[in-house]
């Protein structure tokens, strides 16, 4: 174990083990949305495009496709446990590091993680963009809309418009779908495939992003399947490329070319991307946390090793957290207008409350545990906040996510 409490192997399938205890972030049929469409063949991280490189443009492109070794940057923030990205995604809710990446979106699904998608203007009705893509963890990926149609149904409708280059009819059918399954990350992203298809380069940049801040794009094998010739592609990739020359200032052209290029597996470029976004648009959290990601560490930045964690030197335990001082009625509010309420009962239970600026007020419920310093909240429909406790002065504590990055202050809560 290590000084946080967490073991070597944090995590297994929808639960992570902090301590003893061993927590839910998912009910035990949970799968991503991904889990549930047959296109899907992988997510970007160590599934690498085709062959060639990025060179003066886009580089060349080749039949030599196919699936690297991957790499981490680790720690990551989402996974709020110190560790980096090599461990994958896979089939479960946790795994990446960044942005609340891992969490399936609770950290900003609770309003802990202030969201804002800089792209989006309101433009389109159908659906929010001002938010992340919401995780239902109770509801399986192959859930049947209200017309007895399946998600994969419209994905798979909207694909073979899609294929016969009628973008519009593409458009309306994926538009509906999202309409129908809100939850359904892969239709997201598709929509935004159809939107850079069509040059709508700010719809589509609005789009991804809001997929990308909680969870992983698809690889190149899923993008160009989804294409009958590459020749299309290039096209299009070389319009969005020539807009971004013609408009160095936009940032929402520049976090779309970084997607693309991350899709294809070339890292390099879509940094580059990436860190021109965190320039020109200083706030946007998500391009800053993919600049990290992407930015692979330098040899001499590469950790030392260190012993097996059993034979790590001791360092001294946290200060153990009465539990019972947490019982109440607790208030936290931060400076963009946000406010929290949270309410911790004697029989373990507790309930979040949370409104944005804006926004309606959000709540949920579940059940809590305290370990030495550790307070975990388990959202009964599934997933977890886990943050470290420190007591202020009579009547006030911190509450801070395990593993968060030193700028993160956490939440001030007092009765």
Do not use: C
């Amino acid at each position: 174990m290590n000084r946080a409490g967490i073991t070597s192997r944090p995590y297994a399938g929808n639960s992570l083990n902090y301590g003893n205890r061993s927590f839910n972030l998912a009910q035990s049929n949970y799968r991503p949305a991904f889990y549930g469409h047959g296109l899907y063949h992988g997510y970007w991280n160590g599934n690498y495009g085709f062959g060639g490189g990025y060179g003066g443009g886009w580089g060349g492109y080749g039949p030599g496709w196919g699936y690297g070794g991957g790499w981490g940057y680790g720690p990551g923030y989402g996974l709020g446990l110190g560790l980096g990205l090599g461990l994958g995604y896979g089939f479960a809710p946790l795994g990446w590091g960044y942005g609340g990446w891992g969490l399936g979106s609770m950290a900003y699904n609770s309003g802990y993680l202030g969201y804002s998608n800089p792209y989006y203007n309101g433009s389109f009705g159908g659906y929010d963009y001002a938010q992340p893509i919401p995780v239902d963890y109770s509801v399986a990926p192959t859930a049947v809309g209200a017309e007895g149609n399946t998600a994969d149904a419209a994905l798979n409708a909207a694909v073979e418009a899609f294929k016969q280059n009628d973008y519009d009819a593409a458009l309306d059918i994926v538009n509906k779908g999202v309409a129908q399954f809100p939850n359904d990350s892969v239709l997201h992203e598709f929509r935004a495939l159809v939107l850079f298809a069509r040059r709508d380069y700010q719809q589509a940049a609005a789009t991804i992003h809001s997929v990308l801040a909680i969870g992983p794009g698809w690889d190149w094998t899923t993008l160009a399947s989804l294409y009958t010739s590459i020749a299309i592609y290039t096209e299009q990739l070389r319009a969005l490329e020539e807009f971004t020359r013609a408009n160095p200032q936009d940032g929402g052209g520049h976090f779309l070319l970084g997607y693309h290029y991350m899709s294809a597996g070339h890292a390099a470029a879509a940094a580059k991307q990436f860190q021109q976004v965190v320039t020109l648009v200083p706030g946007d959290r998500v391009a800053a946390d993919l600049t990290k990601m992407l930015s692979a560490p330098s040899a001499d930045q590469q950790p030392t090793p260190q012993p097996p964690v059993e034979t790590q030197t001791a360092t001294p335990e946290a200060t153990p957290v009465d539990p019972a001082t947490l019982v109440g009625t607790w208030q936290a509010a931060r400076e963009d207008g946000s406010k929290f309420e949270l309410t911790l009962t004697p029989d373990s239970k507790f309930t979040w409350k949370f409104s944005m600026k804006g926004q309606k007020p959000q709540e949920f419920s579940g059940t809590y545990t305290v370990e030495t310093n550790v307070l975990a909240l388990e959202r009964q429909e599934g997933g977890s906040l886990i943050g470290q406790v420190t007591p202020g002065a009579a009547g006030k504590f911190n509450f801070r996510l395990v593993g968060a990055p030193p700028e993160d202050k956490g939440l001030n809560f007092g009765r």
